[in-house]
């Protein structure tokens, strides 16, 4: 089997939904696929009409094939301190052709208010390891491990793009959608995310390759650095972040991944990505793309970071692959 889903970005890029199939008949469902989380959740009939504002939801009533997971309940936050809980169906999945029949369908039965003011999203689609599923008593599988087995290969790719729209294609590569080789490099998944290691300007940096997360976060010595080639560039306080003005030319920035013996392969983010967007309506200062992850404690290759290259997510071999395109 294999499947090809249409990623559609939202805000500037800060999202990228897809559109998901779930139950009998279909109710499809914008949702945000985040491989740095394993939670299937989505807005529902069952959260508070308070809490709804414009979003699609699922009504597990209305499904067939919907079956309560009975005593089951789930609960997670995040790291822009977002969050949400509530109770599981089991029901029918299919993303971009590729069915699931009894996959964890997480209802909401509370949003925090970001998930409430964000009308374009009903929900998150987790695509990291089910290791840190957060459905309890019984632990469920995300719909990639669900689908892995009857995959034509055990892998999924992302082809995220700037102001356009991308593709997430699970259980093959097409080779049209990037250009020359795909370097692959190993995954720590200890912490369930897809953690690997990069070289910045001869720097290892060991992070995460996160669809859900909107900017790069990085070390201060190489933020810092960076910065340092923008006139003007500063962090600020009240903005959390290094700002500089938006007529600023900004350096590319690159990093290279697989560097062992072959010279592994170099993934450059053009400088236009990093120039993120004004803090303000005037558009005199705008904000980065690439911050400090000082006070998050993890490294987080984001959207920013994801949309210059075609990556692999490979499942069988705990690898990933990194493209140009
Ligand atoms: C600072 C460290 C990470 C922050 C990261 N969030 C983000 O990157 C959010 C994403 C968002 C987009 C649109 C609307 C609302 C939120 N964007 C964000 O904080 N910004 C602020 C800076 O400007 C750019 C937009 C995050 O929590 N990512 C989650 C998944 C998101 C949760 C909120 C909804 C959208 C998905 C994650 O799963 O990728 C995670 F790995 F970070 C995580 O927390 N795993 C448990």
């Given amino acids: 089997d294999s499947g090809s889903v249409t990623a559609s970005p939202r805000q500037q890029d800060t999202e990228y939904l897809c559109p998901v199939q779930i139950g009998s008949p279909a109710q499809t469902l914008p949702l945000d696929f985040d491989t740095g989380s394993s939670d299937l959740w989505v807005f529902s009939t069952d959260t508070p009409r308070s809490e709804v504002n414009g979003q699609t939801v699922y009504d597990a009533s209305s499904s067939s094939s919907a079956k309560r997971l009975s005593g089951a309940t789930w609960k997670i936050s995040y790291g822009d301190g977002s969050s949400s809980s509530g109770i599981v169906y089991l029901d029918t999945v299919t993303v971009g052709g590729l069915t699931v029949s009894r996959q964890a369908v997480e209802a909401a039965k509370q949003v925090s208010s970001s998930f409430s003011r964000d009308t374009s999203s009903s929900g998150l689609l ?74 910045v300007d001869g720097t290892d940096v060991t992070g995460i390759a996160d669809t859900g997360t909107t900017l ?48 592994g392969g170099t993934v450059t983010v053009p400088g236009s990505y990093v120039n993120f967007a004004p803090t303000d309506q005037t558009g005199q200062t705008c904000f980065g793309g690439l911050q400090s992850d000082s006070s998050i404690g993890i490294s987080i290759f984001g959207d920013i970071a994801l949309k210059a290259a075609f990556v692999v997510f490979d499942g069988g071999n705990k690898q990933l692959g990194w493209a140009a395109k």
């Fill in 126 to 199: 987790g695509l990291a390891f089910s290791s840190i599923n957060t459905v309890s008593p019984n632990q469920q599988k995300t719909f990639f491990d669900n689908a892995m087995p009857h995959l034509d290969a055990p892998l999924f790719t992302a082809d995220l793009k700037h102001n356009a729209d991308g593709r997430y294609n699970f259980g093959y590569i097409d080779k049209s959608a990037y250009t020359g080789s795909i370097s692959y490099t190993p995954v720590d998944n200890s912490q369930g995310f897809w953690g690997f290691t990069a070289t």
């Fill in 216 to 263: 790069i976060y990085l070390p201060d010595s190489i933020v810092t650095s960076y910065y340092s080639q923008v006139s003007g560039a500063r962090y600020d306080s009240s903005n959390a972040g290094y700002i500089f003005p938006c007529g600023s030319s900004m350096p590319d920035f690159s990093f290279n991944v697989g560097g062992g013996g072959g010279g």
